[in-house]
Nanobody, 127 residues
Framework: VQLQASGGGLVQAGGSLRLACAAS????????MGWFRQAPGKEREFIAH????????YYGDSVKGRFTISRDKAKNTVYLQMNNLKPEDTAVYYC?????????????????????WGKGTLVTVSS
């Protein structure tokens, strides 16, 4: 499956953006999906994860209460709604997916736990 993230841009602190991750070549509905981000000079960071069914979601501590992950099966798209953005949210955001495995560990928080990656989209938050 080929993934493509979009929706990034420049926003002022306190503002909102919605990122989208679209798929080509295969339906997204069979994959568990996640969002990660990477700021310059930093490691790739887990942001959010949604189960294949959409019934379970998980968030990184730095974005809990501000970001929401969701999926629209009809549109074959996964979203990341980002509210109350802060300058420290500035990064390239990536969507990723994998065929799901049991949630008996937090494999979804590790970039190596995901199999498919899209090209990122840059989010810049100005102070």
């Amino acid at each position: 499956v080929q993934l493509q993230a979009s929706g990034g841009g420049l926003v002022q602190a306190g503002g909102s953006l919605r990122l989208a991750c679209a798929a080509s070549g295969r339906t997204l509905s069979i994959y568990a999906m996640g969002w990660f981000r990477q700021a310059p000079g930093k490691e790739r960071e887990f942001i959010a994860h949604i189960s294949r069914s959409g019934g379970s979601t998980y968030y990184g501590d730095s974005v809990k209460g501000r970001f929401t992950i969701s999926r629209d099966k009809a549109k074959n798209t996964v979203y990341l709604q980002m509210n109350n953005l802060k300058p420290e949210d500035t990064a390239v955001y990536y969507c990723a997916g994998r065929l799901p495995v049991p949630y008996d560990s937090k494999w979804y928080e590790n970039p190596s736990g995901m199999d498919y990656w899209g090209k990122g989209t840059l989010v810049t938050v100005s102070s």
